[in-house]
């Protein structure tokens, strides 16, 4: 014999998880692409819409990208952004 009143709390639980889940992966979407368009740089999500740009200088160069993370070459040091565009560490190229 199976007892409902033990299923209704579990099945509740499941929802909010799933529900939480997928609240959290839209509102976390990793960068899907960095392109540069003039003397900008902007990252785009997973559902190729537009999370944030940047200004570029002329000399300055996109490098790499994975997960939420992007990093640029500036002069003699790579500077590492997240997908806001907001810096969060820098090194030296060398």
Known sequence: MVHTH?????????LL???LSLWVGITEAQ????QQKGSY???YDERSRQIASMPM?????????????F??????????????????HSRSAN
Not at 31 to 34: E, F, G, N, P, R
Not at 71 to 88: A, E, F
């Open 57 to 69: 200088g002329s000399s300055d160069r996109f490098r790499s990208a994975a997960g939420n993370y």
């Open 71 to 88: 990093n640029v070459q500036k002069g003699s040091y790579i500077y590492t952004y997240d997908r806001h565009c907001k810096q969060t």
């Open 17 to 19: 998880t799933l529900f």
């Open 41 to 43: 740089l902007y990252t």
């Open 31 to 34: 960068i899907l692409d960095v």
């Open 6 to 14: 033990f299923l209704k709390p579990l099945l509740g639980a499941v």
